[in-house]
């Protein structure tokens, strides 16, 4: 594990506490400490001659932006003379991942069009759980009992596939990287074991290097480039 990935590791553990607390799934405060990790890393990357608003970082406010069909708050915006030319989302799924797959799926390509249609570039990372847990809905649709565990499958992961190596249409990301971690009995996250899934060669090699955080984040600073 090289210094990225542990301090990536060390920004879920954060937020996974603050989702933890009472009323934490739904409170901003989760995403601070994986937005702030993010915008350091590209900072880092990109240089001095550009801007990254986030939650976390500078004001800690996230950048509001007229989309080219609804307004949207920007997890990770990038700008260059007062201009966004580059942003980064990132989704973590926690829970209940079967039933809002679609769903995911689709309101990714309709941010995505929404961003790249106004000539901005548009980064997704997606972070899933190698077993996520199932959880039956409460009173007010809050969090109930724990049901099952869910292991996630090669079928879930195909639609991405599918869309990386689609052509480039603006419901594209330009960049888009997918993590699965889990946690173990002390409640930290770790990587998991490719092995352990039913996940096809192919799968694996794309999940290792073409959707790496590693990888990711280097291609962040070229859309950067390109887009400035």
Do not use: W
Not at 12 to 32: E, H, Q, T, V
Not at 138 to 166: A, M, P, T
Not at 202 to 225: A, M, P, R
């Amino acid at each position: 594990m090289n210094n990225t990935q542990k301090d990536f590791l060390d920004a879920i553990n954060l937020s996974f506490i603050a989702y933890n607390k009472k009323g934490g799934a739904r409170s901003p405060k989760k995403l601070i400490p994986i937005h702030k990790f993010l915008s350091e890393e590209i900072s880092d990357r990109i240089g001095k001659n550009f801007i990254i608003k986030s939650l976390g970082i500078g004001d800690g406010k996230e950048a509001r932006f007229e989309g080219k069909y609804y307004p949207k708050r920007l997890d990770v915006a990038i700008f260059k003379k007062g201009k966004i030319i580059a942003t980064v989302s990132f989704k973590f799924v926690t829970s209940n991942y079967k039933q809002n797959a679609n769903n995911y799926f689709e309101e990714m390509m309709g941010e995505t069009a929404n961003i790249r249609r106004q000539n901005v570039g548009f980064a997704h990372f997606l972070v899933l759980r190698g077993y996520t847990p199932y959880y039956l809905k409460n009173k007010y649709n809050l969090r109930g009992k724990k049901k099952n565990d869910e292991v996630i499958s090669e079928k879930y992961l195909q639609k991405y596939i599918k869309l990386f190596k689609d052509m480039d249409f603006p419901h594209k990301p330009d960049l888009l990287g997918i993590c699965l971690l889990d946690f173990d009995k002390n409640k930290k996250a770790k990587l998991v074991n490719l092995d352990d899934f039913d996940f096809s060669n192919e799968t694996k090699k794309l999940l290792q290097n073409d959707f790496s955080l590693n990888n990711f984040l280097d291609k962040v600073v070229h859309l950067v480039n390109l887009k400035s």
